[in-house]
């Protein structure tokens, strides 16, 4: 494909970007503009819907005229048990009560007006109510009250808070789940410059001149190798330049295999996937009228399988992983020579710098940059992540956070995709070295591993009693921490990418392949029935794993902790199986239909930002998030529409930050730590090619 072609697709990728964008931004206005019509719906819902500031009021009203003024407000102490008795007997023309009413929220989850109310410093104190469900702010209420109850005096009293609120909404509240937070005092705070974040934005503005200067000296001819040998400073600014590292990105020339390209494909599907999947989370942390609704579809709606379903698109990017590991190390270790410790070292480094300046620079932009961009009635949310972060930065630098930190509390919980990665990865080059040395130790090594997996997931799943669904969650142990995010639970998706790669590898050599890799591949092709049945297995698991998820949230009573344990255990492997089946026909020579689909040129550029969209979405999620004002109201349109639209921006973003830090170290690496500028790149060899791509 000629670069022009490129550069055009690349344009109206952008130009997609900017109009989802603004389909999404309407979609808000929308939501937003409507909210006095959303308030009938959140009034109408049961159970936690019908706490309204009317009813909270009218329930200090009847408790402060009866005889249970003494026992219930007076210790709220003398000045706020007095303005809350002014309030009572003063309904309609003290301006607190209507603060109160038009400022808080409107139901669960639902924040207010926090600007209106924080802008009355004389009569309205702005506060938020959490009640915390397994350590997790489920539940907020925003409350606009008198400046005389402030946070301080009502700490004290949660069991006060805890009974009215019990009481209204028939659902049992302990004074341990409430959780309070003088929310303009904390952004006071959170808002606070640092020493590290003005170091932070020095580099990044350095950064970002250097990129300049490169690109314009570039431009100008000054970084040609023509002109002369370069200098070692030359050849570190050309490392900078973006019109080279634009020009690396968009090229869509494979120098391992053409049909590889199919796994481009595959990884764009996967992030869309996962951006899909994590938006219904992020949703319940928004100030939401409709959660009862939502929660109806959650648990009882076929089409949300979609979204439980995007689980296992974190599995293909294991699997995708194990196959591009395997091809790496296979043919760098191939040579007897080069199987070293000193190889074997420097593959470690290589794989931790490249992966280096986006986990940084997205650490060091929740500590210290994050905080000070917003000032949010969800700010507990800014404040820990940024003490999080801090605390857990060495753990999370040594990629052991998943061993060292509970999942509720990890800083940037979504990036324990790249510890086990990276963990999973430093195991690999032993397996392929013996491999290399041994087919059939290799092989049983790999296959006794996966095994020993199995072995611990199922006891650990069995003590307990964990399973996938959303409605039966096991109350013994936290999942995720114990369990989602081990290595031990991901190993055998991780390593059927490895075996993957041997069928493939040694169907390919017709004289030393292995004999059963080269019927299996000689069958394939000849056999267009064989592929037919291959690619209708496929789909079929592939399907039936995502489905399961309605029959286990629908009837949960049909099914026991056998099965939960059974299914969640097996549903990874299968539908990473399923997966093969469709894949390795095009890795055979075959489904050249699928290959110019899945492996057009214009995704591999695509193929190429995965890591950063992955690493940058949640925080565009959270952006959404801490802008939360007002109530919104969601639908599964609405969903769809929020996901495309942040699917978008992600790699809008990731395209840029990836000119901005990742090329460059890319281009630092092959200069000076492998010994070769710019102009060698087409001597790359394979396996290097192949390296960069994964």
């Known amino acids: 494909v000629s670069t022009q072609s490129t550069w055009g697709l690349f344009f109206m990728a952008i130009g997609g970007v900017l109009v989802l964008t603004l389909a999404y931004l309407l979609q808000v206005n929308y939501a937003m503009n409507f909210q006095n019509e959303m308030l ?19 329930e200090f009203r009847r408790a402060a005229l009866s005889n249970e003024s003494a026992s219930i407000f007076s210790p709220l102490g003398t000045e706020c048990f007095q303005r809350i008795q002014n309030m009572a007997n003063n309904f309609l023309s003290d301006p607190a009560v209507s603060n109160f009413l038009l400022y808080s929220g409107k139901g669960v989850n639902e924040l207010g007006n926090y600007q209106e109310c924080a802008k009355d410093f004389k009569t309205s104190y702005y506060f938020s109510l959490g009640v915390i469900f397994n350590g997790i702010m489920g539940v907020r209420f925003g409350c606009c009250l008198p400046k005389e109850c402030g946070v301080e005096m009502l700490l004290p009293h949660k069991p006060l808070i805890a009974k009215i609120l019990t009481d209204l909404t028939n659902v049992t509240i302990t004074p341990n789940q409430i959780g309070m937070q003088d929310v303009k005092a904390d952004n006071i705070q959170a808002n606070k410059i640092r020493i590290g974040g003005v170091v932070y934005l020095s580099v990044l503005i350095l950064l970002f001149s250097t990129v300049f200067l490169a690109s314009i000296m570039d431009y100008q001819g000054c970084l040609n190798k023509e002109q002369g040998n370069l200098l070692f400073w030359q050849k570190f600014i050309a490392c900078f330049s973006a019109q080279r590292n634009i020009k690396g990105l968009l090229n869509t020339e494979n120098r391992v295999d053409p049909k590889l390209e199919i796994f481009n494909g595959v990884r764009v599907l996967s992030i869309g996937w996962v951006v899909f999947g994590h938006v219904l989370v992020f949703v319940f942390f928004e100030g939401i009228f409709n959660m009862d609704d939502l929660l109806e579809d959650a648990f009882k709606k076929f089409f949300m399988v979609l979204i439980k379903g995007g689980t296992f698109s974190v599995d293909v990017f294991f699997f995708l992983s194990g196959f591009l590991a395997s091809l790496g190390m296979y043919r760098a270790f191939k040579t007897p020579a080069n199987r070293t410790a000193k190889n074997i070292l420097l593959m470690y480094f290589h794989r931790y710098v490249r992966l280096l300046p986006f986990f940084l620079g997205l650490m060091l932009y929740m500590i210290y940059i994050q905080p000070i961009l917003y000032e949010t009635p969800a700010v507990q949310y800014m404040i820990q992540a940024q003490e999080n972060c801090e605390r857990q930065f060495l753990s999370s630098m040594l990629y052991i956070a998943n061993f060292t930190e509970d999942m509720t509390t990890m800083c940037n919980g979504w990036v324990w995709y790249l510890y086990i990665d990276l963990q999973l990865f430093i195991i690999m080059p032993f397996f392929i070295i013996l491999y290399l040395k041994s087919k059939k130790y290799g092989l049983l090594s790999l296959l006794l591993l996966c095994i020993v997996s199995f072995i611990v997931q199922i006891g650990i799943a069995s003590y307990y009693e964990f399973n996938l669904s959303l409605v039966k969650a096991s109350t013994k142990g936290d999942q995720n921490t114990i369990f989602y995010a081990k290595p031990y639970c991901r190993l055998v998706t991780y390593f059927l990418g490895a075996f993957l790669f041997i069928l493939y590898e040694e169907g390919k050599d017709s004289s030393n392949g292995l004999k059963v890799c080269l019927s299996i591949k000689n069958s394939i092709q000849n056999s267009s029935l064989l592929r037919y049945v291959l690619y209708a297995v496929g789909f079929s698991l592939m399907f039936i794993t995502v489905s399961s998820f309605y029959y286990l949230d629908k009837y949960p009573e049909d099914w026991g902790v056998s099965f939960g344990i059974f299914h969640m255990i097996s549903s990874r492997p299968l539908f990473i199986i399923g997966l093969c089946l469709i894949i390795y026909p095009v890795l055979v020579g075959r489904g050249t239909t699928l290959l110019a689909v899945l492996g057009h040129p214009m995704l591999n550029p695509l193929g190429k930002l995965t890591y950063g969209t992955y690493m940058f979405h949640i925080p565009l999620f959270m952006i959404t ?20 639209s942040i699917f978008f921006l992600s790699y809008l973003i990731s395209f840029f930050l990836t000119i901005l830090m990742e090329s460059p170290m890319v281009q630092l690496l092959k200069t000076f730590l492998e010994g070769r500028g710019e102009s060698e790149k087409k001597d790359l060899k394979p396996v290097k090619a192949n390296q960069e791509n994964s």
């Open 625 to 644: 998030v801490l802008f939360t004002f007002q109530g919104r109201h969601y639908t599964f349109f609405s969903i769809i529409i929020k996901s495309i």
């Open 40 to 58: 009938a719906l959140a009034y109408a819902q049961k159970g936690l819907k019908d706490v309204a500031p009317e009813k909270l009021l009218l």
